[in-house]
Nanobody, 118 residues
Framework: QVQLVESGGGLVQPGGSLRLSCAASGSLFSMYTMAWYRQAPGKQRDLVADISSGGTTNYAGDVKGRFTISRDNAKNTVYLQMNSLKPEDTAVYYC????????????WGQGTQVTVSS
């Protein structure tokens, strides 16, 4: 069992920056692919970025070059550095952990609100 707790959301002006954190409890954190998703009102939840257990990263096209995902396995934490924020980045951001062994293990955090507005 893995519990995920996000933090770092808030209100920021266009062009500003935020860093989201997701702290994980439980063991085997380093073996999980960690990801950030976001969901705007009335829209589906979409992948923003993920990072594999080996450190390979993947980004959605609309955040590439602006967002950076990273992980600290010693702290059981994954981060999302968001720069050059736009109003369309406004959403609830969710942390996800995924591991596929003999079965699929996936866990979600409760979400943190990011609002980009002047």
């Amino acid at each position: 069992q893995v519990q995920l707790v996000e933090s770092g959301g808030g209100l920021v002006q266009p062009g500003g920056s935020l860093r989201l954190s997701c702290a994980a409890s439980g063991s085997l954190f380093s073996m999980y692919t960690m990801a950030w998703y976001r969901q705007a009102p009335g829209k589906q939840r979409d992948l923003v970025a993920d990072i594999s257990s080996g450190g390979t990263t993947n980004y959605a096209g609309d955040v590439k070059g602006r967002f950076t995902i990273s992980r600290d396995n010693a702290k059981n934490t994954v981060y999302l550095q968001m720069n050059s924020l736009k109003p369309e980045d406004t959403a609830v951001y969710y942390c996800n952990a995924l591991r596929i062994a003999n079965m699929r293990y996936t866990y979600w955090g409760q979400g943190t609100q990011v609002t980009v507005s002047s």
